[in-house]
């Protein structure tokens, strides 16, 4: 079964406003946990590394203030999009790495976010 | 940078056929490399890695070698099945957690 879920697993805001996304690890507690963003027909990207307790590690060109990360549990991890514009419109995975394995990642469904 | 190339999709393919998709990367270092399998409406799933070069990996008839000569990883299997119809994702880690993705291959198998 699932051992990372997503909710909602799709989104339709409207443009300026803000939109949080949730990751659960259903199994396990993940002080690390990832977030992905998938365009149409194009790879995962990773996006930042959440660390429970800290503050998120974003990659290069993330922008930090425009996706917020919190990770206040072993078990949840959010991404917000605030102020979203249609160019935010995108697929967004989340993952933890597995306990037994720091080789393989458990990914979440993911969510559609359209904004419009 | 560190990067991975896979065949575009969509392949389609007869019940029973064949598959090869191709997956070149590049790489410093020595990575590992897996492939992971997205079924409709799932989340990602590891379908198999190998971590040093000459490693075969291996899972439900699926199979890729590690070749460091080529920098390649070709997800094979002999007999596709009509289940086996998904998105196939070729990916790296290098030295840290970090997974790098290749855009993804859709495989339809058809009845």
């Known amino acids: 079964g699932a051992v990372v879920s997503q909710h909602p697993s799709w989104v339709i805001c409207k443009s300026g406003t803000s939109v949080k996304i949730e990751c659960r690890s259903l199994?396990?507690?993940?002080?690390?946990m990832f977030w992905y963003r998938q365009f149409p027909k194009q790879s995962l990207m990773l996006m930042a590394t959440s660390n429970e307790g800290s503050k998120a590690t974003y990659e290069q060109g993330v922008e930090k203030d425009k996706f917020l990360i919190n990770h206040a549990s072993l078990t949840l991890s959010t991404l917000t999009v605030t102020s979203a514009h249609p160019e935010d419109s995108s697929f967004y995975i989340c993952?933890?790495?597995?306990?037994?394995?720091?080789?393989?990642?458990?990914f979440g469904p993911g969510t559609r976010l359209t904004v419009l | 940078g560190n990067s991975v190339t896979q065949m575009e999709g969509p392949v389609t393919l007869s019940e029973e056929a064949f598959l090869t998709i191709n997956c070149t990367y590049t790489?410093?270092?020595?990575?590992?490399l897996f492939w992971y399998v997205q079924y409709p409406g799932e989340g990602l799933q590891l379908l198999l890695k190998?971590?040093?070069?000459?490693d075969k990996g291996s899972n439900k008839g699926f199979e890729a070698t590690y070749r460091k000569e080529t920098t390649s990883f070709h997800l094979e299997k002999g007999s596709v099945q009509v289940s086996d119809s998904a998105v196939y994702f070729c990916a790296l880690r290098d030295s840290s957690y970090k997974l790098i993705f290749g855009s993804g291959t859709r495989l339809l198998v058809r009845p």
């Open positions: 790489a410093t270092g020595y990575p590992s």
């Open positions: 199994d396990f507690q993940a002080t690390t």
């Open positions: 190998a971590t040093k070069a000459d």
């Open positions: 993952s933890r790495a597995s306990g037994s394995s720091a080789d393989t990642q458990y």
